[in-house]
């Protein structure tokens, strides 16, 4: 195997080989550029990645903070009073609460699902039940991505579907005074 030599000058400096012929007609220029553009697209698609998956993990705990809200409302058997000073109801009462409490724009609250059990097992949809009950109150909600990343296939979406459910058992309270 033939050992590298290294080649010095007079004054023991390591000799450097002469530039290329490409290099000193400057035919790389625009190398940089190029290779900029390629790296800027790549960089624009994790931060816009980001940025939305960001977006969607505080909006899937902003949606089940409001759906948790709202079933402790519901289990209070407490319930709003409209403009005219007439009950709404328990189940829009609850549906309010949570509306109330959303801070993300968009969502949407029309698949709203408050169910009850009783104490002997029985499920009661569309029901807040009485004093004792268990009530749960679920939202399936979709949420579009800030960014328009679908453009890259299925590796992104455009848009996802959360399911929020929380469960209580209910307060005692007077069956008479609910709605």
């Known amino acids: 195997m033939e050992k590298f030599k290294l080649r010095l000058n007079q004054a023991g400096s390591i000799l450097t080989r002469r530039k290329s012929g490409a ?5 790389t220029r625009g190398q940089a550029m190029v290779e900029f553009a390629m790296t800027l697209g790549l960089f624009f698609l994790v931060l816009f990645a980001v940025i939305d998956y960001g977006w969607l993990l505080f909006a899937q705990m902003n949606i089940q903070q409001a759906v948790q809200d709202g079933g402790r409302y519901a289990s209070t058997g407490d319930f709003k009073t409209g ?3 007439k009950s709404i109801g328990r189940i829009l009462s609850i549906e309010e609460t949570i509306q109330n409490e959303i801070s993300i724009p968009g969502v949407d609250t029309t698949k709203l699902q408050v169910s009850s059990m009783n104490s002997k097992g029985v499920v009661t949809s569309g029901s807040a039940g009485g004093p004792g009950d268990v009530v749960t109150v679920t939202l399936v909600t979709p949420m579009s991505l800030l960014a328009p990343l679908n453009f890259f296939g299925s590796f992104f979406p ?8 929380a469960t209580f058992k209910n307060e005692p309270f007077d069956p008479a005074n609910t709605n």
């Open 23 to 27: 290099t000193r007609l400057r035919l």
């Open 83 to 85: 403009s005219s000073g």
């Open 158 to 165: 455009s848009s996802y579907a959360f399911t929020s459910s």
